[in-house]
């Protein structure tokens, strides 16, 4: 097996809000897989337009 980096970068929501609650973190840590798992490396990877309205507790009726 090659050797894992130690971050990663991601997209997290942590709380419900609007757009300003997306954060974009580049030092997240990269998951150690148990015995039963695998890691798969993705090269890319996508943000939907519904996972933007989903911080808010609810999407505008506007958005359907």
């Given amino acids: 097996m090659s050797s894992l ?3 990663q970068r991601s997209v997290q929501i942590n709380e419900h809000g609007g757009l300003d609650v997306i954060k974009i973190v580049t030092d997240a840590p990269v998951p150690t ?3 039963d798992q695998v890691l798969v490396k993705n090269a890319f ?3 939907n337009f519904i996972d ?3 911080p808010f507790p609810f999407p505008p009726s506007s958005y359907f």
């Fill in 45 to 47: 990877a996508g943000l």
């Fill in 5 to 7: 980096p130690k971050t």
């Fill in 33 to 35: 897989p148990g015995d």
């Fill in 52 to 54: 933007t309205v989903c």
